[in-house]
């Protein structure tokens, strides 16, 4: 093993105040409190799918609304995944999964580019889980793509429950990223023809 890829990345706003500790050579490890369950729960399922050791700390103005501790927490874990990865010298890079949960099946792939795009095609009609819109896992995840400097591709191929689809969201999308950072070559083999990513 080279460099150790881990990262340590803390925000602070007049909304959110946020700590994440992440190591993308780890074995899915995970300590995590947002003050809201059920996003804390996508966040472990997150971590353990991708074997990413994960510490998280949130806290925010969640009696307001959940909207700014869930995008916020997006950027902070984005900004940790692009600093652990580094120069990307010996990733593989691309990936592409189908991830099931029951009823839902989605696609997710992803290119570590270093050009940020998100295409989410995921509709859900019954959108609230608890006291948890699934709709804002989209927040989450533009928030995290964008910070992490990210190609990423999500769609729904089929599925109703919203539960299943949003564990199928963090679920894929941690596997691809898993994939697509796994060092396969030499640290010094940047994976695009520029010589950066």
């Known amino acids: 093993m080279g460099t150790p890829r881990t990262a340590e990345v803390t925000r602070e706003t007049k909304e959110t105040q946020i700590e994440v500790r992440l190591n993308l050579d780890g074995q899915g490890v995970y300590t995590i409190n947002t003050g809201i369950p059920f996003f804390n729960h996508l966040l472990e399922l997150f971590a353990k799918h991708g074997r990413f050791d994960l510490t998280i700390?949130?806290?925010?103005?969640?009696?307001?609304?959940?909207?700014?501790?869930?995008?916020?927490?997006?950027?902070?874990m984005g900004t940790a995944f692009k600093k652990a990865l580094g120069t990307k010298g010996g990733?593989?890079?691309?990936?592409?999964?189908?991830?099931?949960?029951?009823?839902a099946l989605l696609r997710t792939s992803v290119d570590l580019s270093g050009r940020p795009y998100l295409h989410y095609g995921v509709e859900?009609?019954?959108?609230?889980?608890?006291?948890?819109?699934?709709?804002?896992?989209?927040?989450?995840?533009?928030?995290?793509?964008?910070s992490a400097e990210i190609t990423l591709h999500v769609d729904l191929i089929r599925g109703?429950?919203?539960?299943?689809?949003?564990?199928?969201?963090?679920?894929?999308?941690?596997?691809?990223?898993?994939?697509?950072?796994?060092v396969l070559y030499p640290e010094d083999d940047i994976p695009s023809t520029k010589g950066v990513l």
Not at 91 to 103: A, G, H, L, N, V
Not at 133 to 144: H, K, S, Y
């Open 91 to 103: 990733i593989k890079r691309y990936s592409s999964m189908y991830t099931p949960m029951d009823e």
């Open 57 to 76: 700390h949130a806290e925010g103005d969640i009696e307001v609304d959940f909207h700014h501790l869930v995008e916020d927490t997006g950027i902070t």
């Open 124 to 146: 859900i009609h019954d959108p609230v889980v608890v006291h948890f819109n699934t709709n804002l896992i989209e927040e989450f995840v533009r928030a995290f793509v964008y």
């Open 160 to 182: 109703k429950n919203a539960h299943h689809i949003v564990e199928a969201v963090c679920k894929g999308l941690a596997r691809t990223l898993y994939e697509a950072s796994e």
